[in-house]
């Protein structure tokens, strides 16, 4: 069976320190990987999305970037932190179909000070 | 013409209550629409889906109606439950040809609290 392992699961960090937030899916080959953001009581903001290794789209400017260097794996990375980007962090995966279901990790809780 | 309305944004339900969340959209080349349930510190994750050709689904107590000529979409969960308690998310997916793959447009969300 697919399973998606995110980590790690709460983080803190000072304004300005650098970020790496992981991802990785196992059983399944050449998935779509997605990295979502969610503020406090808020929607799912689609950030980038991937549909094959080194094939990045970014869907919000910001200080943020993510990349793929390998089939399964995922990784959202910050030079430097702004207070803004605190919030739930997200990595899914889809097979890309109409009706393919889109699953998630169980999230990042990144909290910038 | 790529958003997917969704309301209320909070709802508040009765044990044993009927909960209904409603979602609306204009873009007519969505062709599947699923719902996610997440619950606090988790992800979401897929409740139930429909496609435009179905104007009903159902799945022990919850129900999608769908109406394709008004472009707008439920969900209905019947004997609302404390442990039914979570976020729910519609969604809409749409072929992006740049990306040569389907891609989920999500609604902004109902927290659903419902009270014993």
């Known amino acids: 069976s697919q399973t998606i392992h995110q980590w790690p699961a709460t983080l803190v960090q000072p304004v300005g320190s650098p970020l790496s937030l992981e991802c990785t899916v196992e059983g399944t080959s050449n998935p779509n990987l997605y990295w979502y953001r969610q503020a406090a009581g808020r929607g799912l903001q689609l950030l980038f999305y991937s549909v094959g290794i080194g094939q990045i789209s970014s869907e919000v400017p910001q200080n943020l970037s993510a990349s793929r260097p390998q089939d399964r794996q995922f990784i959202l990375s910050s030079k430097k932190l702004l207070l803004s980007d605190s919030g739930f962090y997200l990595c899914?995966?889809?097979?890309?179909?109409?009706?393919?279901?889109?699953?998630f990790g169980n999230g990042t809780r990144l909290t910038v000070t | 013409q790529q958003q997917v309305k969704q309301s209320p944004q909070s709802l508040i339900v009765q044990k044993g209550g009927i909960s209904i969340i409603n979602c609306a959209y204009e873009?007519?080349?969505?062709?599947?629409f699923p719902w996610y349930q997440q619950f606090p510190g988790k992800g979401p994750a897929l409740l139930i889906a429909?496609?435009?050709?179905?104007s009903e689904k159902k799945e022990g107590r919850f129900t999608i109606s769908f109406n394709k000529s008004a472009k707008q979409f439920s969900l209905h969960i019947m004997d609302s439950q404390p442990g039914d308690s979570a976020t729910y998310f519609c969604a809409a997916t749409l072929f992006y040809s740049g990306a040569g793959s389907y891609q989920l447009t999500f609604g902004k969300g109902t927290k659903l609290s419902v009270i014993p």
């Open positions: 429909i496609r435009p050709d179905v």
């Open positions: 873009n007519t080349a969505f062709d599947y």
């Open positions: 899914a995966w889809d097979r890309g179909f109409s009706n393919s279901p889109l699953h």
